[in-house]
């Protein structure tokens, strides 16, 4: 199991000389050797890369052409020995018509050819002037012989049955076709598209090219790998910035700083292993494919076994967040995190208005996961215009609650202008555990859900009384792990924090600080003190994550944290993620794991708390198969109802033999 379904790819944009394919190819070589010794199983270079692709009427000299194709042998050539494979653009003549093509190159042979489909017309770059149609003359031509073997020609994939990774070549503009090429190979099976091209360089071209390759390697479920022309081949009218970029599902991986003079090359890894389950999980890619596809054919040509990243012996070139469910980009952050909660606020609003409710109930604990619903539904009945007096927020004190998070719950639900009860659960708990005779000083399972049950029955009875709706407070990460107790906190009449996991609840509370109750955009209704709720938040995200079941330490201070009996959040949250999400299995999660929180945790501390994660998601499927509604948020779910469907007894035994 070293294989991790990833493949190193390079996206080269050599310093190029136009119209001398002889030192293009030697600078092109020298270049594809170097990404092949830091492990790169595919280098891409760009279009037209041998003579260069701003030659004009240059490539109807003959000289050029005969140069241009022993450039492409002696390119090829290069490769012999090598599993490694090397994409380059070059140009072809065939029934004296010219083609821009891209050549794929593997062990010394070129083992396929690819033409661009629908050359431009548009001004400054008109392609059509030189180049004929692939589209065309793929419909007549499917193998041509050149340098004494037959070469396959036109619609191709190229398959690696034995890592089972697939290729595909789309050249340049026909990227931005109404129907791309890549479209057609992706519904095919190509994981990974490589575009050689020659864009060149106007105000705003750059930012659009990152968004259209970003938009269809989401829309086709595939890696995207990008190379164009240098500097160097800027001439006349046109400049050209050598981007290169890698794209994933969506996800930009990488990209290059433009107008460099020299060739650079870029480097990521690509999980086509997680492209692959995605499409197992889209029924629309089988459907488009059968929809669309009876008038495409393609020939699938094999290739030797591609250089895969091994786990036990590979270092990565990519990188991974810590927090997979939080935004890099803080602007997106901003914008991820508003949307969580205005998700959350009209969610509850549409449940609140179905249901008629009078009233909102909630147990505030002053920990994170209460505040941010009663902070919720706070702001829904604001919009709904509604009197804060008929949120019904309830303090519950008992046997571990300690006086910090007694006195923030009082604040927060004061200044928030809601309904205050507070009911001590200890003398009901004592009396229930006299009726069962459970010793009161056994700090036991039972001691501790014995507080959480009367708490929800306190909760669900005041709900009656007045009408009310209990709001849940519990979030996804709890869900995954189980770590609440079965018909106790585990129960509501709607959850809005069932699809926020542990690690984000901080950051969209830390926004409502930053954006909601500061600065000169602050809403000044939120509450009425905005400065002391600020206050009472800053200390919520400052205690420790704790269910305060068990008394205090003999400082008063909270006992039971959370983490120390779980583990971590923010390495749960991570293999969360990864195991939902991507699908990744237990070698694969410590690779991953340990690259992202290398100098935080080893890899003994990795594997013990993924043992637990493992065991705990597994034993506890029975809880989740009967969880509230709440709203979804993100791409990680764990409803019952569409998004995550395990049976309650599954065995956990193969995840943790192969973690072993």
Known sequence: MNKLGMIRVAAASPKLLVGNPKYNVEEMIRCAREAQSKGAAITLFPELAVTGSTCGDLFHQEILYEKNLEGLKALADSTKGASAVVIAG???????????????????????????????????????????????????????????????????????????????IEVGSDLYAPVSFGAQLALRGAHLLCIPAADNETVGSADSRRQWLCQSSAAHHSAYLYASAGMNESTTDLIYGGDCMIAENGTLLSRSQRYDRDSHLLYNDIDYGFIARERTLCWDSENCAGGCGDG????????????????????????WTKNPFICDDPQGFQTQCRDIFDIQVHALMRRL????????????????????ALLVTAQAFRTLRR??????????????????????????????????????????????LKDIGHDLSDHDVTYE?????????????????????????????????????????????YNVNCGVPKTLIPFVI????????????????????NDLLKQALVDIMDTPISPELLPPDETGRIAQKTEE???????????????????????KMVFLAKEAFRGDYSEEEIKKWLAVFYRRFFSQQFKRNCVPDGPKVGSVGLSPRGDWSMPSDADVTLWLSELE
């Open 90 to 168: 070059c140009y072809l003549k065939l029934q004296n018509v010219l083609y821009d093509c891209a050549a794929l190159m593997q062990d010394g042979k070129v083992r396929g050819i690819v033409p661009k489909m629908f050359p431009s017309g548009r001004r400054g770059r008109p392609d059509r002037r030189w180049f004929g149609s692939g589209a065309a003359i793929s419909k007549a031509v499917t193998d041509i012989k050149l340098f004494g073997y037959d070469i396959p020609f036109g619609n191709l994939i190229f398959s690696d049955d034995e890592s089972g990774v697939t290729l595909g």
């Open 296 to 319: 495409f054919p393609v020939q699938t040509i094999p290739l030797a076994a591609l250089p895969v990243i091994d786990h036990k012996k590979d270092a990565p070139v990519r990188r």
């Open 387 to 432: 009197d804060p007096k008929d949120i019904i927020a309830v303090t519950m004190p008992g046997f571990g609650t300690t006086d910090k998070t007694y006195q923030n719950a009082l604040t927060i639900m004061k200044t928030l202008g809601t309904t205050v009860k507070e009911i001590s659960i200890v003398p009901a708990v004592t009396q229930h």
């Open 510 to 529: 830390q926004w409502l600080i930053q954006y909601r109750l500061s600065g000169a955009n602050a809403d000044l209704q939120f509450s009425s003190d």
């Open 353 to 372: 208005e179905h249901t008629r409710s009078k009233t909102a109930v909630l147990g505030i604990s002053g920990g994170l996961d209460s505040t941010l």
């Open 449 to 493: 859900n014995a507080q959480a049950r009367e708490r929800t029955q306190i909760l669900m009875d005041i709900a009656n009384q007045f009408g009310g709706l209990v709001v849940g407070t519990g979030d996804l990460s709890e869900a995954a792990l189980g770590w609440c107790t079965y018909n106790g906190d585990h129960i509501s009449m």
């Open 565 to 587: 009996k779980v583990g971590p959040y923010l390495l749960h949250d991570f293999f969360l993620y990864h195991t939902i999400r991507r699908g990744a299995t237990p070698a």
